[in-house]
């Protein structure tokens, strides 16, 4: 494993590699926590209002583990978490909550620059659901990728050991000729049993600086 911040001994675009494997939130996004914070005070709540209920309540929780594997749609996710929130107004709460959240444009730009550079590219993420807001849609990543593994589609979710054998199907590659990256570091030991080279997402300055070592690309090479 990798972390952002530090150096790789296999450097300057081992030709080993042939796959990168992108998580979305957080890796493909900018931080979101701030986004989420100025969401909530805009609605009256207090800033911690959408972590706290996500992560920190057993019913917030649950209904976020359903959402992401498929078992609830957004929509009913959406009245439901209004509700925990104390929010009259539940229509496309996960689209208003994300309305401010930007793409990262240097990892953006490095995925663009390795897929230009014929890896095989790979999104690997826990959905928060697809309709009425389509996330990866929303910030324009979806076609940067030869394949798509998401949680809600597939029906199990990381740090489930299958759904990395599943991308590896679908990539058509062999674990080792892959690099998979994401910001929760309990999302990788998977990854690592397998063979996978990981890297954790701590800033996106990091990572696209280890990737660009790791790749033999340059993400400004790619930028729109």
Same mark, same amino acid.
């Given at each position: ?65 359903? =959402? !992401?594997?498929?078992? $609830? +749609?957004? &929509? ?8 925990? /929130?104390? %929010? ?79 991308? =590896? !199907?679908?990539?058509? $590659? +062999?674990? &080792? ?8 570091? /309990?999302? %990788? ?36």
């Amino acid at each position: 494993m990798h972390d952002g911040a530090d150096r790789s001994q296999r450097l300057h675009g081992d030709p080993a590699f042939k796959g990168l494997i992108l998580d979305f939130a957080g890796v493909l996004t900018e931080d979101v926590r701030a986004v989420h914070r100025t969401w909530c005070v805009r609605e009256g709540l207090d800033p911690e209002a959408w972590r706290r209920t996500l992560n920190s309540t057993e019913e917030g929780r649950r209904l976020y583990t359903e =959402l !992401e594997v498929g078992r $609830l +749609p957004q &929509a009913e996710w959406n009245a439901a978490t209004a509700a925990l /929130l104390g %929010l009259e107004d539940g229509v496309d709460l996960m689209g208003r909550a994300w309305g401010g959240v930007r793409a990262a444009g240097h990892m953006v730009a490095l995925a663009r620059a390795a897929r230009a550079a014929g890896y095989r590219m790979g999104l690997l993420s826990n959905s928060f659901g697809l309709d009425p807001f389509n996330p990866y849609q929303a910030l324009g990543v979806w076609d940067l990728f030869d394949v798509h593994v998401i949680s809600e589609l597939e029906g199990l979710a990381k740090p489930d050991p299958a759904i990395y054998d599943l991308v =590896l !199907e679908r990539m058509g $590659l +062999p674990p &080792a000729d892959c690099i998979f990256v994401d910001d929760h570091a /309990l999302n %990788l030991p998977p990854a690592e049993a397998l063979g996978i080279t990981t890297v954790h997402a701590v800033s996106e300055a990091s990572t696209v600086k280890l990737l660009e070592g790791l790749l033999g690309v340059q993400a400004t090479s790619a930028a729109c």
